[in-house]
């Protein structure tokens, strides 16, 4: 079974710094691409960003409102996710959900599954 | 890419044909995936590449559209179906989503 299981979210000072994981199990988590997708409270939903698989090289892709602040990672020997987000603002508050992308080409670019989510709070 | 979804919210009761809509500002050919987010929950996948129905997925859901025009229809509305539904372009970066359609028990 695929799970997808988020972790590090929190109350952050505006300007400061939090480190998100994505625990994932159930299939080959090297083979996939990973996006973050975040949910401002009562918003709808805004793509974040994306890392590629090894096959790609890893390589990114980020969304404007977070280019130069939020840095996605992996670790395929631990079968993890990361987002770190540094220099947060009061309008980062959001459910963020780290979701798996089903392949690699384009017409398999949506998400089959998705983690249930981790609040980050930005507020002083 | 920005996608205007239609309406932003609708009443309807069990048994109605609802229809949703998706308007890509422009072409995506057919790279458009459609969600179900039930409040508190990750949203659920229900079609991808415009038309295909995700397994499991129940065959009243139907998607249609290509280019610029998409439709997310419901042929009998259950009542495990009030919820709200996003379209999402996936021909570029940045990938962008709908506003949302909103479906609400009359």
């Known amino acids: 079974e695929v799970q997808l299981v988020e972790s590090g979210g929190g109350l952050v000072q505006p300007g400061g710094s939090l480190r998100l994981s994505c625990a994932a199990s159930g299939f080959t988590f090297s083979d996939h691409y990973m996006d973050w997708v975040r949910q401002a409270p009562g918003m709808g939903l805004e793509w974040v960003g994306r890392i590629r698989n090894r096959a790609n090289s890893h390589t990114t892709e980020y969304a404007a409102s977070v280019k130069g602040r939020f840095s996605i990672s992996r670790d395929d020997s631990k079968n993890s996710l990361y987002l770190q987000m540094n220099s947060l603002k009061t309008e980062d508050t959001a459910v963020y959900f780290c979701a798996r992308v089903l392949g690699d080409t384009l017409s398999d670019h949506h998400f089959d599954y998705w983690g249930q989510g981790t609040l980050v709070t930005v507020s002083s | 890419i920005q996608l205007t979804q239609s309406p932003s919210s609708l009443s309807a009761s069990v048994g109605d044909r609802v229809t949703i809509t998706c308007r890509a500002s422009q072409g995506i050919n057919n790279y458009l995936a459609w969600y179900q987010q039930k409040p508190g929950k990750a949203p659920k996948l229900l079609i991808y590449a415009a038309s295909t129905l995700q397994s499991g997925v129940p065959s009243r859901f139907s998607g249609s559209g290509s280019g610029t025009d998409f439709t997310l229809t419901i042929s009998s509305l259950q009542p495990e179906d009030f919820a709200t539904y996003y379209c999402?372009?996936?021909?570029?970066?940045?990938?962008?989503f709908g506003g949302g359609t909103k479906v609400e028990i009359k």
């Open positions: 999402e372009q996936l021909n570029g970066y940045p990938l962008t």
